[in-house]
């Protein structure tokens, strides 16, 4: 990865495989991330990511391969020797404690100055809006509010790394939105590293600098979050980031070419492909041309099947001329209503070339 | 990526973890575990190794093999011991059960009268030893009994039929408290169901009730049984002639120091006590949440006739229970019943037992049971739990192992154990230590069951957030685990208390000149004839225990009015093996 060689890796990981018994949960993970970064470990419940979150905090050991913080082997050291922040899904408040004591519980078994442990959950409540309930109990915050009590308190012992293990599942959806912009935010301004595992790939989209796809134990991709939207490595990441509609296909003869059912496809992949040889051809639902836009070039006439109202746009369910379902397309509010389509009603449209990604055939 | 140099087999992968470094609290946690797994080792596998190992033994200390086996089933003077002990176990377990469905019933699902009360009275032979429900019954219906006289009609109270009504009244509230449980975590909606399609309340019963509680019946049932076969007080004191394993193990080793054959009876007994309660725990292993956050509680509808029979029901069984305690309390306050009834206190001098020191014995004791007992498995269970070795599944099943060990047969372990010449085990024989240690591990498993629930219900990453934020975990353990546990903690401590106050079996071969209890007070008294000193006994032990209980529950309204600021509503503790106590 593109961590400078002057600072070493706030975090690296070299080899690391994970078995419970006869199931191999993660084979040989190898990752580097920079100081001050936001990665996201996304990926399908079983793949892995929180296994491997709970590695790098030590509270489970793996059966291989070498755990580093800001250039220290810390491999062998138990949890309480790593210097790491961590926020669990479950809040993991302690309920009997006040927030201010929940806050200050990191703090107060170091040699520190009562006085000096005040000011410093008062900064940490300051820093996450919740001052005003300093004297309350967990039990009498909302889900959010004790999020947010959970991450100040992994903060206050300023850590040199912050762990995020689906911090905003437990929550409900307009919560979760708001809370993403201020984990965002705080993180930035603190220029703590962080790591966060999830689920949900729009979060991880929102949130991250890096994303680290996984699936069955292994890395599928790593990147920025528009390169892995907008060039996914493997179908499981096109899939599992975003919609994406796959199309079977065979390379033609020319380069750049493809034949899907009687029609010749240009695509977007470069490298040189041997005639004949199966494909995928994938597009996301939002990249396919309707309505006036639509070019000579990959036209293909479609049938609607049926028409989805999703509020800021609409999705169509479209059959292939050979009646198999095969696509659906996205369409903006405001261009549907232009469209003048119904269900059963054919619908011309056209698949840039560009936007069409090429893989190797499933099976 | 790395990706095709990561596609190894698995067979590539170590299967040992990569180690981590010892840091201090470590080895504080590792001490923990190794002392928890000697006391388990110490006080309970290897004093039950010990009676196994001299059932084969023959007088002499020679190897015999089964040959003891073979005597004893083939003496038909002791073997009958064993299907006497069975019938009797049989026969209370289906009444108990039968009795105290129908009071369940009607305290859960009745709008009668009295239910408070009802309630009360029901849990009053919980605070006797059960060789009381026994002396009440003499009282009444033996051959001076006061219904005997009045009537000159002797029922023969003495043999089964005596046993099995004293175990039935001893037994009820166990029962009852499962069968509350059971009753009361229902959901309404199910009965709008049914009512919906028009079923009738017979079949509402059968098809809608009785499922739901068939795991609570089927733990009443096993919790009866095995508290009646391994009982020893009531058989003692009104089974006359009728032998029982209980029984026979003290008459063997008390009455002809055959401590070969004792240990025999023993080994045999532990047969059903440790079948009923492994059954138990893999039948409600099947069980499912009946009750889900989105149930609704059923709220009885006012129907007369099921009121006022409920009523007339548990008032008749309230009444009986009622009556038992007023015949011991009345017969320790006249001159000598039934012939003279002039009041008097002096057969609570107690002089043939050398006046009150056995009451206060027991008060010590008891209290320092519940002192051990309570830290022992709060902490064990903490250890078990949280401290995950490679040990902890068998230090789990070794915690759980007492339950199935009747008192009797630990009394007489024990002995085998701490008391032999030579060893350094020897210097707790014939003290109050010997006492604790046996209470403690004789209710054991209760109470470990209790803490590891409390424990469960816990959130696992507590431990997690102490450990990344540099604080060891003794101190997390001593500033969260212990205030959240706290209902259930003191719930623990009167749960050995109350016991230790009360039980006969696990202390009888075990006290010695200077160390008596209460409990075996009763008896001795009652053997000697002593009876109105010991039904005064009896009163003394009842009202202490109820102080207690009565103490325990202004200290829960207390802790709870501390804690409610941040226990939420719905938190309640319960103690969910209540019923297993042998």
Redesign the interface.
């Known amino acids: 990865m593109s961590a400078d060689a002057a600072r070493p890796a706030a975090v690296g990981l070299d080899?690391i495989?994970?078995?419970f018994g006869?199931f191999?949960a993660l084979?040989?993970?190898?990752l580097s991330i920079s100081p001050g970064e936001f990665v996201c470990f996304l990926g399908p419940s079983g793949c892995g990511k929180t296994t491997l979150l709970r590695i790098i905090?030590?509270?489970d050991?793996?059966?291989?391969?070498v755990v580093m913080m800001g250039g220290r082997d810390v491999?062998?050291?138990?949890?309480?020797?790593?210097n790491?922040?961590?926020v669990?899904q479950?809040y993991?408040l302690?309920?009997?404690?006040t927030v201010a004591r929940n806050v200050g519980?990191?703090l107060?078994?170091?040699s520190v100055a009562k006085a000096q442990i005040e000011g410093r959950i008062d900064e940490l409540l300051a820093l996450v809006g919740l001052a005003a309930h300093k004297q309350k109990?967990?039990?009498?915050l909302s889900g959010g509010e004790q999020q947010r009590i959970a991450l100040a308190?992994?903060l206050?012992?300023s850590?040199a790394l912050l762990?995020l293990d689906e911090p905003l599942s437990a929550l409900d959806a307009r919560v979760r939105q708001s809370l993403r912009h201020e984990i965002r935010a705080l993180q930035r301004r603190l220029g703590v590293t962080t790591i966060m595992v999830t689920h949900d790939q729009e979060e991880a989209l929102a949130m991250a600098d890096r994303i680290v796809v996984m699936n069955h134990g292994?890395?599928?991709?790593?990147g920025a979050p528009v390169e892995v939207y907008m060039r996914p490595r493997s179908p499981f990441v096109a899939r599992f980031v975003g919609q994406m509609n796959f199309l079977e296909a065979t390379a033609g003869d020319r380069a750049g070419w493809a034949r899907l059912g009687a029609v010749e496809m240009r695509h977007g992949a470069t490298e040189p492909i041997a005639a004949g040889t199966r494909l995928t051809l994938a597009i996301r639902p939002e990249e396919i041309t309707v309505g006036a836009a639509v070019g000579a070039e990959n036209r293909l006439v479609t049938r609607i099947r049926a028409i989805q109202f999703l509020g800021s746009f609409t999705r169509l369910s479209l059959a292939l001329p050979d009646g198999a379902p095969a696509l659906e397309c996205d369409v903006a509010a405001t261009a549907f209503a232009g469209l003048g389509a119904a269900e059963g009603s054919e619908l011309a449209l056209s698949l840039r070339p560009e936007a069409l990604r090429v893989f190797p055939a499933a099976g | 990526?790395?990706?095709a140099?990561?596609?190894?087999p698995?067979s590539a992968?170590?299967?040992?973890?990569?180690?981590?470094?010892?840091?201090g609290?470590?080895l504080i946690r590792h001490a923990l575990v190794v002392l928890f797994a000697i006391v388990l080792y110490l006080f309970v596998l290897y004093p039950l190794l010990h009676v196994i190992w001299r059932s084969l033994l023959g007088p002499d200390g020679a190897f015999v093999g089964l040959a003891n086996y073979r005597r004893y089933f083939g003496t038909p003077a002791i073997a009958a011991s064993i299907w006497n002990s069975l019938a009797v176990s049989l026969v209370s377990m289906v009444i108990t059960v039968a009795l105290s469905f129908g009071y369940a019933y009607g305290l859960t699902r009745t709008l009668m009268p009295g239910r408070g009360l009802f309630r009360i009275v029901a849990m009053l032979p919980l605070f006797a030893p059960s060789l009381v429900q026994a002396l009440a019954f003499i009282y009444v219906f033996g051959n001076n009994g006061i219904f005997t006289r009045a009537t000159g009609y002797n029922v023969g109270i003495y043999g089964a039929k005596g046993i099995v009504l004293a175990e039935v009244f001893y037994c009820f509230p166990h029962a009852l408290l499962i069968l509350v449980a059971a009753l009361s975590a229902t959901d309404a909606r199910l009965y709008d169901a049914a009512r919906t399609l028009g079923a009738s309340p017979l079949k509402t019963f059968l098809t809608v009730t009785l499922p739901g509680v068939k795991f609570g019946l089927v733990s009443a049932c096993f919790v009866v049984f095995t508290l009646v076969i391994t009982d020893f007080g009531a058989p003692k004191a009104i089974g006359g002639k009728f032998s029982v394993m209980a029984t026979e193990i003290y008459n063997q080793v008390s009455g002809q120091q055959n401590f070969t054959m004792g240990a025999t009876v023993s080994v045999v007994l532990l047969i059903p006590a440790v079948l009923a309660f492994q059954v138990d725990r893999v039948v409600q292993r099947r069980r499912y949440a009946l009750v889900t956050s989105s149930s609704r509680p059923l709220a009885p509808a006012r129907r007369p006739l099921a009121d006022w029979g409920g009523f007339g029901y548990c008032a008749l069984i309230a009444g009986a229970i009622a009556g038992m305690y007023l015949a011991i309390a009345v017969y320790s306050l006249v001159a000598r019943w039934p012939y003279n009834f002039t009041p008097t206190l002096r057969h609570y001098r107690f002089d043939t037992v050398g006046g009150y020191t056995p009451l206060w014995n027991s008060v010590y004791v008891s209290a320092l049971s519940a002192v051990v007992g309570t830290v022992l498995t709060f902490v064990g269970a903490y250890v078990v739990e949280k401290c995950r070795t490679r040990w902890s599944g068998a230090l789990y099943l070794l915690a759980v192992l007492p339950v199935s060990i009747p008192g009797m047969v630990l009394g007489l372990a024990y002995i085998f154990t701490f008391n032999k010449a030579g060893s350094a085990l020897n210097v707790l024989y014939g003290t109050l230590a010997i006492l604790i240690i046996s209470n403690v591990i004789h209710y054991f498993t209760v109470g470990f069951l209790t803490a590891t629930t409390a424990l469960r219900q816990m959130?696992a990453?507590?431990e997690?957030?102490?450990?990344?934020?540099?604080?060891?975990f003794y101190?997390t353990f001593w500033?969260?685990t212990v205030?959240?546990a706290l209902p259930s903690i003191v719930g623990i401590s009167m749960y050995f208390f109350l016991n230790a106050m009360v039980t006969l079996s696990a202390v009888v071969f075990l006290v010695a000149p200077g160390t008596e209890l209460a409990a075996v007070a009763v008896l001795l008294m009652d053997d000697a004839g002593d009876t109105a000193q010991a039904a005064a006994m009896s009163v003394c032990i009842i009202a202490i225990g109820l102080a207690v209980r009565l103490a325990y529950w202004a200290l829960m309204r207390g802790v709870s009015r501390r804690?409610q600021?941040?226990?939420?509503p719905a938190g309640t503790t319960t103690l969910p093996v209540e019923g297993w106590k042998t």
């Open positions: 080899g495989a994970k078995k006869q191999v084979r040989g993970i190898t905090a030590g509270l050991r793996q059966n291989a391969g491999s062998a050291l138990p949890p309480s020797q790593r790491y922040g961590i669990f479950s993991a302690f309920p009997n404690l519980y990191g107060e078994t170091r109990y967990p039990a009498q308190r992994a206050a012992p850590p762990l292994v890395v599928e991709q790593v | 990526m790395a990706r140099a990561s596609d190894g698995a992968i170590p299967d040992r973890t990569v180690r981590h470094r010892l840091a609290e470590d959130d990453e507590f997690n957030v102490s450990a990344s934020l540099g604080v060891p101190r500033r969260v205030p959240m804690t600021a941040w226990r939420e």
